[in-house]
């Protein structure tokens, strides 16, 4: 293989590497909001799933342990969300700021004495003799568990809201919560197990961070893909398959960013690195008005608290 094509290959690695924990991210949150609940606790939910991630596998050398616990931790902390604003009826929008907060420092505490770690990460898969074609093997066959788990797990997604009668009951949640309840759905236990499943798979894109793409932990290691999380998730319209598209999007532009300052290209490294938390900024702003929804087709109930006495 010429040295043109490995740097090629390991160029598209990067952006998977890169993309991959913006994607499981953003799909649980896409679930989470499909059901009508607002969760901007993203960032927390990764750093705590990477934290509990890197601390487990440098525990128990196991890869597999250490990626459930990444997951458990995120869905701890989604858990401690719906319990505040599903049960409580706290703001969601203020708890989610406070949960990315509190995972944040939560994390820092915990990962203090595993600061200068570091671990083996996930061992790659290797099919003997796909893994070896040219070009199209190592992008395609020669990846590590969790990049195919997160198609598998955008595609199961689409599949479950769009084809099971359990997406289309937890749509109709997130598209009329009132009515859903007047016909016998329970709908403060569907977003329970929305929001949780959502907390996982952002606990799963954080552990790829501090178990694969870096695998060592420093202190909120994430750095803002959380928000990046979120706004993909608008982005693509609530629909599964663009959150995919826009993830790796992100992913090459990242990349792209590098190549610029290697090449001394004369634009401030500064300003492409925020280029994506702008967006954000806007994305934020654009769904925080009702007609910015409506052109957007948010769920009609995103962000709106359920009272089954009303």
Not at 231 to 245: H, T
Request: proline residues 3%; aromatic residues 8%.
């Amino acid at each position: 293989m010429s040295g043109e094509h490995a740097l090629f290959i390991s160029a598209l690695l990067t952006v998977v590497t890169a993309a991959t924990p913006l994607v499981l991210a953003a799909t649980g949150e896409l679930l989470t909001e499909k059901a009508g609940v607002l969760n901007l606790g993203v960032e927390g939910m990764m750093v705590v799933g990477a934290v509990l991630a890197f601390m487990t596998g440098i525990s128990t050398d196991n890869s597999l342990l250490a990626t459930l616990a990444g997951a458990a931790g995120g869905a701890g902390m989604a858990l401690l969300f719906a319990l505040l604003t599903l049960t409580l009826m706290a703001n969601q929008v203020a708890t989610g700021l406070a949960l990315t907060l509190f995972g944040l420092g939560l994390s820092a505490l915990l990962g203090h004495g595993f600061v200068g770690e570091s671990f083996h990460g996930l061992e790659k898969i290797h099919l003997p003799g796909l893994s070896d074609i040219p070009i199209l093997g190592p992008l395609l066959f020669g990846l590590d568990p969790l990049v195919y788990l997160s198609v598998v797990l955008v595609a199961g997604v689409w599949w479950f809201l769009e084809k099971t009668r359990g997406g289309m009951i937890l749509r109709a949640v997130g598209e009329n919560h009132e009515a859903a309840h007047l016909i016998g759905y329970r709908v403060i236990a569907i977003r329970y197990a929305a929001v949780v499943f959502g907390g996982a798979l952002s606990g799963l894109g954080g552990a790829y961070l501090s178990l694969v793409y870096t695998p060592l932990w420093v202190e909120n290691m994430t750095a803002g893909r959380g928000w990046i999380a979120l706004a993909l998730v608008v982005f693509a319209s609530w629909r599964p398959w663009r959150v995919i598209l826009g993830a790796y999007l992100f992913g090459g532009i990242t990349i792209i960013q590098l190549h610029v300052q290697g090449a001394g290209i004369a634009i401030a490294p500064q300003f492409l690195t925020m280029l994506p938390y702008l967006a954000t900024i806007l994305v934020l702003v654009v769904i925080s008005s009702r007609a910015g929804r409506n052109r957007l087709s948010a769920p009609a109930c995103l962000g709106r608290q359920f009272h089954a006495s009303g």
